[in-house]
């Protein structure tokens, strides 16, 4: 079965300090995608990355880095050198239909991270 | 500008009075979908579209509707709403799978 997992419910840093947020996730095929969304307090979902399963590399954009290792189903997501505006409820997301046909993203529980001042 | 528009973002109503939450995209998507976010559950497909007229369950249907007439619209439509029905709501759309979603902004119902 399709499953992803947030282990950390909540997280609070201090500003500047480095944060990583996990992810785990389960399914039997071996075409995936993984996704990352960021939901600010203001309540939109803001796309942050994409990886399908044949791309293993590793991704930095800014202050954001992503992990992606097949060997341990782990798709985790660091934030360098925190600030108050990373404050978010961040979710972590799988889509394997094989069909192609629901375009049905699974949705971890999500991991509110808190950073202050 | 690229986007998924939801209408209303607030919406408080009373058990039983049938309700529309409208979706459209101007992206040309093939994919629209539906979802529910609940606190502890993450969010929760409820219908999708693979294109006009091509409408399917997702994971937790009962108590809606859709329809797809045009490819840029995807309304919501609770016939009879319950509080339980209570929650966040997320339109989203995607040129194909696995491409990524965009998401609307949300629809906040509640349901008394």
């Known amino acids: 079965a399709q499953k992803v997992t947030q282990a950390q419910t909540e997280i609070s840093v201090v500003e500047k300090e480095d944060v990583t947020l996990d992810c785990v996730y389960e399914t039997r095929d071996t075409t995936y995608y993984l996704f990352w969304y960021k939901q600010p307090p203001s309540g939109e979902l803001v796309f942050l990355i994409r990886r399908n399963s044949f791309d293993e590399q590793n991704e930095i954009s800014g202050r954001y880095s992503w992990n992606f290792q097949k060997s341990t189903s782990s798709f985790n997501f660091t934030i360098t050198a925190s600030q108050v505006v990373d404050s978010a409820v961040y979710f972590c997301?799988?889509?394997?239909?094989?069909?192609?046909?629901?375009?049905?993203?699974?949705f971890g529980q999500g991991t509110t991270l808190q950073v202050k001042p | 500008e690229a986007q998924v528009t939801q209408n209303p973002r607030y919406l408080i109503t009373v058990t039983g009075k049938k309700l529309t939450v409208t979706c459209s995209q101007n992206m040309n998507h093939e994919y629209m979908s539906w979802y529910r976010q609940d606190p502890g559950l993450g969010l929760r497909q409820i219908y999708y579209?693979?294109?006009?007229?091509?409408?399917d369950k997702g994971d937790v249907p009962e108590g809606y509707k859709v329809s797809r007439k045009e490819k840029r619209n995807f309304p919501l439509i609770l016939e009879s709403p319950s509080p339980n029905q209570t929650s966040l709501y997320f339109c989203a759309s995607s040129r194909i799978q696995g491409s990524g979603y965009t998401f609307g902004s949300g629809t906040r119902l509640t349901v008394v």
């Open positions: 997301a799988l889509s394997d239909d094989p069909s192609g046909n629901t375009g049905k993203l699974i």
């Open positions: 579209s693979m294109n006009v007229e091509v409408t």
